[in-house]
T-cell receptor
Framework: KNQVEQSPQSLIILEGKNCTLQ??????????LRWYKQDTGRGPVSLTI?????NTKSNGRYTATLDADTKQSSLHITASQLSDSASYIC????????????FGKGTKLSVKP | GAGVSQTPSNKVTEKGKYVELRCDPI?????LYWYRQSLGQGPEFLIY????????DSGLPNDRFFAVRPEGSVSTLKIQRTERGDSAVYLC????????????FGPGTRLTVT
């Protein structure tokens, strides 16, 4: 069964600190992996999209990595800001299923002053 | 430019009633997606349109759920005989084309079935 598992479920860090969120997936055949940020009461916003051949991709203070062999991805947030408080969702797409994205449950990040 | 918009933002209905949720995609986006997000969960795929046709409706939970996109732009998600378990946030997203990875999400419609 295609699944996406994320850890930790929730995380509290102090402003200015770094953190890393994890994503493991069992989706096959793999097409691409995305990280989304979802603020409370809002729709998800794309941070990064990576295909099989990409190992790392950055978007400002966000850096995503992908290991397609071990089927793991991470999202590293550098120098966290209060506005980073949100849920971060890992999403995997299977080859041949353009619309059918498999979402993780998300990691709820709280950045405290 | 304008993003994906969804109406209403909130909908409260009684069990057994019929509801319609509307999605206005970004202008020019040919692909449109519906997802359902329960509290504390990630979104769950429902249906994907490419143009006017449903390219993949494998996520619709049962025949009470139906979606249309008659002119290839605005889409309506229709739920018949609503049940309390249908309570969730219904998200709509659009993308430029069938092979465009970037999906842009709307703010969602929060449906509460009492």
């Amino acid at each position: 069964k295609n699944q996406v598992e994320q850890s930790p479920q929730s995380l509290i860090i102090l402003e200015g600190k770094n953190c890393t969120l994890q994503c493991n997936y069992t989706v096959s055949p793999f097409s691409n992996l995305r990280w989304y940020k979802q603020d409370t009461g809002r729709g998800p916003v794309s941070l990064t999209i990576m295909t099989f051949s990409e190992n790392t991709k950055s978007n400002g203070r966000y850096t995503a990595t992908l290991d397609a062999d071990t089927k793991q991805s991470s999202l590293h947030i550098t120098a966290s800001q209060l506005s980073d408080s949100a849920s971060y969702i890992c999403v995997v797409s299977a080859e041949g299923s353009q619309g059918n994205l498999i979402f993780g449950k998300g990691t709820k990040l709280s950045v405290k002053p | 430019g304008a993003g994906v918009s969804q109406t209403p933002s909130n909908k409260v209905t009684e069990k057994g009633k019929y509801v319609e949720l509307r999605c206005d995609p970004i202008s020019g986006h040919t692909a449109l997606y519906w997802y359902r997000q329960s509290l504390g969960q990630g979104p769950e795929f429902l249906i994907y349109f490419q143009g006017t046709g449903a390219a993949d409706d494998s996520g619709l939970p049962n025949d009470r759920f139906f979606a249309v996109r008659p002119e290839g732009s605005v889409s309506t998600l229709k739920i018949q005989r609503t049940e309390r378990g249908d309570s969730a946030v219904y998200l709509c997203a659009s993308s430029l084309g069938a092979f465009s990875y970037e999906q842009y999400f709307g703010p969602g419609t929060r449906l509460t079935v009492t």
